[in-house]
């Protein structure tokens, strides 16, 4: 995966100023356009490294393809479904997202909007503007001692829930992935959703946009809720179903909502706009000054340290990768991909199941990252696109190769305390293992047959299996490096086994021809790792 190389970088959408000063102090070179028709951004993201959007902007599967360059899409911002995901993930382009950037500029518009629903200050501000003075109009309700419903415990979901404690209010919530315990020390009550309907006076969502959260409100969420609800959805439009809520609003089923968001933006269908209890906003859920700069620094610093191999953060679709930048893991993922290459060039196949097994504490949670260099190694000289970290999983399983991850703190002496990494053909006899020596990935075994030193596993190499008693093969083979001017840079041979040896030879560069070695060895492959 070329991460050292991003150069150019777009920012397609309007941002804070910093963002481009940041990038371009990191060395990168910035073209800032925002408003871009749709043909306009496919001619402009061609030669493009990197592309930066906060929600304006679409990228779909035709950007992405016309995008020949393209390694990152950084979204300033949480969500990302104005990114077609999968389809960055198949092409191997990171997508990354600054989840904690406007968490704080979301959370106080979802109180204020709470606020507002309780005592319809919108409503009454516009009325004192045409004139009006009607106090017995906008009767509202106390905050205290009201039922709030958090649908959503991330980042925003608890800085809402704690706020509105301030009010008084009780806060009960849902969360597939927040533990109750967890939820608890922040002051709300977990509860299945069939007991959160009945229960609320307001409902606030804080959920991403899944087909699981698609109308989450919907008629008959509607229907279980305490009558007189007020729903408030600063998050995506299309959590609460539009349709269902105004029939909701127009049954008194639900008393108000609040919209920061809409499936359509703008909404074309003004009727949720123009219904009296509404209030709404165009999507101001991260337009304040605070937000936009901490947004724009922090999606510009993620792609510099990118460029530069400082790191990776704000991962979508690859989290493991995260880790991929640390310096001692780098080693082990170059280790990784040879140990792929080399058992798929040996076991003369890229399908069927490879076993991958971490070996040694050092490794327990490298299984995340290795397997897929693992895969790239495999499919690599394949008829797949580029292979990186970030797709290779995808485009193996595709390729009718099921990759799995097993992990074992015990590693083999002598050589196994910094851990050790094994791939195995499932089925066959076919395995490697090897090792990370200071920086440089090293092959221990190969096929049973252990080597007497480690071969180091980097540039040009030769693997070649003979018999024992074959002692030509070596004079054979400095033999036809000197007719071609390339030279032995290491050797290294394995153990017998059953009469027979591996070795494994370090070039100065490739061999366009092993016609002479080929009759005095059982196999001869080639490789530049």
């Not at 007719?483 to 591996?502: D, I, T």
Request: charged fraction near 20%; glycine fraction near 12%.
């Amino acid at each position: 995966m070329a991460l050292g190389k991003l150069q150019k970088v777009l920012i397609s959408d309007s941002l804070d100023p910093c963002c481009r000063e940041i990038l371009q102090a990191g060395g990168l070179r910035v073209q800032e356009k925002p408003g871009l028709s749709k043909d306009e951004l496919l001619r402009e993201i061609r030669d493009c490294d990197g592309l930066i959007v906060r929600s304006a902007t679409k990228v779909t599967a035709d950007v992405l393809e016309a995008a020949e360059r393209l390694q990152v899409v950084g979204r300033a911002g949480t969500g990302v479904d104005n990114v077609d995901v999968e389809a960055a993930t198949r092409k191997g382009v990171l997508v990354m997202n600054t989840p904690t950037g406007n968490s704080l500029s979301a959370a106080e518009l979802t109180c204020g909007m709470i606020l507002c629903l309780a005592r319809q200050i919108p409503q009454a501000a516009a009325s004192m503007k045409e004139g009006k003075w009607d106090r017995k109009k906008y009767m509202g309700m106390e905050l205290n001692g009201k039922t709030l419903g958090v649908l959503g415990l991330g980042r925003i979901g608890r800085e809402v829930a704690t706020r509105m404690q301030a009010f008084g209010m009780k806060t009960i919530g849902y969360d597939p992935i927040i533990t109750p315990e967890a939820s608890a020390a922040f002051g709300v009550e977990q509860l299945p959703l069939e007991q959160i309907w009945p229960r609320c006076d307001f409902i606030t969502v804080h959920t991403p946009l899944l087909s699981s959260t698609m109308g989450l409100l919907n008629d008959s969420t509607f229907a279980k809720c305490r009558r007189g609800v007020q729903v408030v959805n600063c998050a995506r439009g299309g959590i609460v179903d539009e349709g269902a809520l105004l029939r909701a609003l127009q049954s008194g089923q639900c008393g108000g909502a609040a919209l920061d968001v809409f499936t359509q933006e703008p909404p074309k269908d003004r009727n949720l706009v123009n219904h009296p209890n509404v209030i709404c906003c165009p999507h101001l859920g991260a337009s304040t000054r605070e937000a936009q700069s901490r947004c724009g620094k922090e999606i510009a610093m993620q792609i510099v340290d990118m460029a530069t191999g400082k790191g990776l953060a704000g991962i979508v679709n690859g989290q493991a990768l995260s880790k991929a930048f640390a310096p001692q893991t780098k080693p082990w993922i170059a280790l990784a991909r040879a140990l792929g290459t080399v058992l798929h060039t040996v076991g003369k196949q890229a399908q069927g199941s490879v076993q991958v097994c971490t070996l040694g504490t050092p490794l327990r949670e490298a299984g995340n990252y290795l397997t897929p260099a693992v895969a790239m190694g495999m499919l690599a000289g394949g008829a797949q696109k580029e292979v990186t970290l970030v797709n290779a999983l995808l485009l193996a399983q595709e390729a009718g190769l099921k990759v799995t991850t097993t992990h074992g703190d015990v590693a083999p002496e002598p050589d196994g305390s910094a851990g050790l990494l094994q791939v195995a053909l499932q089925g066959t006899s076919h395995r490697a293992m090897g090792m990370v020596q200071g920086s440089t990935p090293v092959l221990r075994e190969l096929n049973g047959a252990t080597f007497k030193q480690p071969a180091p596993l980097a540039g040009p190499i030769l693997i070649y299996r003979a018999k024992a008693s074959e002692p030509s093969v070596l004079p054979t083979l400095i033999g036809l490096l000197g007719k071609v001017g390339v030279h032995l840079q290491s050797y290294h041979s394995s153990g017998m086994v059953a009469g027979e040896q591996w070795s494994i030879v370090g070039l100065s560069a490739p061999l366009s021809n092993l016609g002479e070695l080929k009759p005095r060895v059982m196999e001869v492959f080639q490789l530049h790792l």
